[in-house]
Every structure is written in structure tokens, then in C-alpha cells.
């Protein structure tokens, strides 16, 4: 009876451990879809026509997300993929891709930077200002 209780109390702590790291996993396999257009390294496979995600703030990208996925935001590239995801899901792609460093090697042209300068974060300001 006791070992019993101690034994399902070891079963949760493990559970508990493992859930927040599978859940983690489960965004890094999701953003590989996200990477194939927008960068493995954040740099956009075509900077000219598509957007650098890295390093913007969460809002913002959750924002963009969440209009694509109501289509208050058109974008027949954007707008099909974002509906195999739920909002919640949406959210946490955000916060993965907010938590990445803005690609300062390469650093986003004009044209990208206007397209979103208000929400252009200090990384991404202080990136363009060294362009
Ligand atoms: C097939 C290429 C492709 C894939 C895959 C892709 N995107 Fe995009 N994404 C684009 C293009 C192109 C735009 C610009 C759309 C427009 O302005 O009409 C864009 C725009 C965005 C924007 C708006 C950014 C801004 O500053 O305007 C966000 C956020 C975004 N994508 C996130 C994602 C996420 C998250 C994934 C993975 C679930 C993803 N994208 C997968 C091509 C892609």
C-alpha cells in the first residue's frame, strides 16, 4: 500500500518532468516546416519576398499568425499553414521564434525592414542601423 503510494508519486514527478521537454520538442519538429521558407539560421531562403521571423517580438509574430489563421491577413502561402495549427500552438511558435537571435550576420534589407519596422524590435533596429 505505501510502496504503492510512493510509486505513483515517482510516476507523476516523471510525467511532470517529461511533459514541459516533449512539449518543447513538439515546437523545435514544428518549426522545421517554418524553417524551410524563413531560414534554418533565420536568414529567409529569399529575404526579398519572404519576411525574417527570428528575433521579432512575440506579439507581433502571434499577431501575424492570428490573422493569418482568421484571414484578417491574407497570404495564400501563410494562410494554409497556419491552419494545421490551433492558436495556443500559433502562440508558442511565436514565443520559439521571438526567442531566437535576430540574424545580424545578414542584416534584413530596407524593403523587409519597412514592412514591419513598427514592431521591429532593439535587436532588429539595432541590426538595420548597422546595415
Ligand atoms: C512556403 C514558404 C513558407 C513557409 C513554410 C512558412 N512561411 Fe511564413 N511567410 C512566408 C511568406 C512568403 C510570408 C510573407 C507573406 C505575405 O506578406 O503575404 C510569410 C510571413 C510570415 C509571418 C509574418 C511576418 C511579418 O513580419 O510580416 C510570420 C509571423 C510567419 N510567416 C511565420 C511562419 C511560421 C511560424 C511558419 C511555420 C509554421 C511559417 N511562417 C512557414 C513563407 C513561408
Known amino acids: 500500500m505505501?510502496?504503492?503510494r510512493i510509486f505513483g508519486v515517482a510516476v507523476i514527478a516523471?510525467?511532470?518532468?517529461?511533459a514541459p521537454a516533449r512539449a518543447q520538442d513538439?515546437?523545435?519538429?514544428k518549426a522545421q516546416t517554418c524553417a524551410a521558407c524563413h531560414g534554418q539560421?533565420?536568414?529567409p531562403i529569399d529575404p526579398k519576398t519572404i519576411p525574417i521571423i527570428w528575433g521579432q517580438q512575440a506579439s507581433y509574430l502571434y499577431k501575424e499568425l492570428h490573422d493569418f489563421h482568421s484571414g484578417d491577413r491574407t497570404?495564400?502561402?501563410?494562410?494554409?499553414?497556419?491552419?494545421?495549427?490551433?492558436?495556443p500552438q500559433l502562440r508558442e511558435l511565436a514565443n520559439y521564434f521571438a526567442a531566437k537571435a535576430w540574424p545580424e550576420a545578414t542584416p534584413p534589407s530596407r524593403a523587409i525592414y519597412r514592412r514591419s519596422d513598427r514592431?521591429?524590435?532593439?535587436?532588429?533596429?539595432a541590426?538595420?542601423?548597422?546595415s
Not at 514592431?119 to 533596429?125: D, K, L, M, N, P
Open 2 to 4: 505505501f510502496g504503492n
Open 26 to 29: 513538439d515546437i523545435a519538429a
Open 127 to 130: 541590426a538595420v542601423r548597422g
Open 119 to 125: 514592431h521591429c524590435g532593439a535587436a532588429c533596429r
Open 75 to 87: 497570404s495564400p502561402i501563410m494562410a494554409p499553414l497556419v491552419k494545421e495549427f490551433t492558436l
Open 41 to 43: 539560421n533565420g536568414v
Open 14 to 18: 516523471l510525467l511532470a518532468a517529461a
